[in-house]
DNA sequence: AATGAATGAGCATTCATTCAT
DNA sequence: AATGAATGAATGCTCATTCAT
């Protein structure tokens, strides 16, 4: 498996041009929105036609899928040992992540895109949110085992309440805080202290 | 009294003809986002003509501005000095009037649209997101005052950590969690719990 | 006759909106040309409401022909009894007055205009190009009867002759050269002058 | 020798539709204006859908500067060496082209567009006005260089003399008269004759 | 008389998609 | 495989004109 199919026939598509395209489609989907950009500027970004485009995918949600599908956000800090730390770099990289890749508006895109075209979102969710709560969610597994987090926590919960302030500063106008993830985590620790003897 | 306009010339404008267009224009906004909503439909919903939205609106961003300046979303439940209650409930109105809205779809086409129709976002900001933010660092001042919470708390944080949960469960496929607004206010009121002696 | 109407009942027509709306029309006539300006432009250029336009005219066609009818482009200099002067100071104000009004604009619109409107171009001769035309027939007839001018020249021809020159000019794209006026009386009175014994 | 383009890739563009776009648009260009026509106008005489002339050019300036420079206006009749007859034969053969294709109204549409789009007066004065300006300027040249004309004559002035009568019996309402030509040339070179010893 | 509201028709342009080479 | 041609269906917006006050 992974294989390549057996060997079709006639000239085999150019393996560049899938990479190019579809990273070209991801940049115009942050940058212009699903419906406001073109096929057309894809194909130019690309340096394909537009009917290169349409001979791998059907449609155009059907590339756009392809390339948040394809899309690669979440890059796992290695794991310290220290909670504290551990879970404040993830946040970190996650903050810097969605900025360098203009993923508010990616966000936001697949988010009013929801009723249309629901695998938006769906893949979003699937190759970046998840992936990025599974880690957190390792680490505060981890921080219970040792003792550090009250054992009844539901820590699915608490992943939420350290990623949410990310989102809440946004729509505020504060995007960008300085010191929100270390105030986050300080206060999910504080909140989930074990009690007292 | 009540300062009567000395009667305006030519034809009153027809009443009922705004509000219907900007109720069927914050409609659509919601369920189709910016780009895929076209006025015709606006004024098909609205059973005007197209015309009739120009005369009142010069252009598509204009009237999508004026619908979202329009729409009230913001209602205060009456504070009870209870603050555990008082925070709930400001996030539970929160919660219900974003699905009465379509409120997360209408917030994805705001982000979408950041860069090229960013009047969108600000208003959704000024008229949803602050006075819900104000609300809610409202009544944790006065739980600071009655000494419920730390002096040095970072009351704005506070806010963000009480509302991000509810992005983030979205954002994860977790919206509609219950619980998730005792959830989130527990664990501030514990994190931000005064010191002991 | 020229006497107002038996006055009818009920409020007279504002005299000045008249005035004001024509004047508005011509302008607009010549520097945007017939489709392109909008009765919302006249209207606004007059101060006065669209409505109010069309209560007087009933199509844009009839305001705009109304408006050339209304203008009075021929002004005579005084016929000095030299032939040449007499001809070149009429060539001289002609050319004047086209500047000053934007003319050949207008006179393209008029042309442009004709298999449309043509009552445009009609009334463009009927005002301008004819009275100018007469006054330049005149001070030739009055030199062929002083004998400067063969008895048997075509003088409706000679007029042609000398007004083109301004026409074919501007076409070449030579327009306001200066002397073409002096350079047209000579060649056509020295063509005209009678032959000899 | 013809060095053949090798055949560039995709579907050829099909040879007819370019002429026959070219072709209505510039007979619309006449007949209506140029804001009256429309493209939907152009494609339906053309046969071809209104995308496949913004294929082909981007916006209706660029399409309708395009009719105007592929029009094929002036025939220049072969020079026999009289002077009376080959001028005559060129204005006579003006004024035949700008009735066959109804070249006044073009004439009156660059004029009325010449403040908004100055290329359409542009480019008929550098395919059509000045090539035949220069045919009648040779003619006179060689009349010229056989004596039958004075050396210190202006002919750039005389040529608007020549062609100046068709504009100005146009205006007039005078069109098409028989013999304006003759006319004409014999008034010219009446003029220009040089003075005897 | 005068005005502002309201509208239907129309316009240039864009775009995702299909065709023909 | 890859490309350029071709198209039908929108879209936001303008305008002359008619309606209601």
């Given at each position: 498996?992974?294989?390549r199919?057996?060997k079709s ?15 070209a ?7 212009h929105?699903?419906?406001r ?6 194909a130019?970004?690309?340096g ?11 449609t155009?949600?059907?590339l756009?899928t392809?390339?948040l599908?394809?899309a690669?956000?979440v890059?796992a ?11 404040t ?6 903050a ?11 966000i936001g ?6 009723a249309?075209?629901p695998e938006?979102?769906a ?5 970046t ?17 040792r003792?550090?987090?009250?054992p009844d ?8 309440v ?9 729509m ?10 270390e105030?986050?985590?300080d206060l ?10």
């Open positions: 498996m992974g294989a199919q057996t026939a006639g000239r085999p598509r150019s393996a560049g041009k899938d990479a190019a395209i579809l990273r489609a991801l940049e115009l989907l942050a940058s929105g699903y419906t950009m073109s096929l057309a500027q894809v130019a970004a690309a394909v036609s537009k009917s290169t485009i349409h001979l791998r995918w059907k155009k949600a059907d756009l392809a390339a599908a394809a690669r956000m890059d800090p290695p794991p310290s040992g220290d909670t504290r730390a551990d879970l770099a993830i946040l970190d990289d996650f810097a992540t969605v900025e360098r890749v203009r993923g508010m508006a990616l895109t697949c988010l009013a895109e929801e249309h075209t938006l979102l893949l979003l969710r699937e190759r949110v998840l992936p990025r709560r599974a880690l957190l969610c390792h680490v505060l597994e981890q921080a219970r085992d003792g550090e987090i009250r926590a539901d820590l699915d919960a608490a992943v939420s350290l990623l949410g302030p990310f989102y809440a500063d946004y505020a106008g504060r995007g960008g805080r300085a010191g929100w993830a105030d986050a985590v999910v620790l504080a909140g989930l202290r074990p009690t007292g003897p």
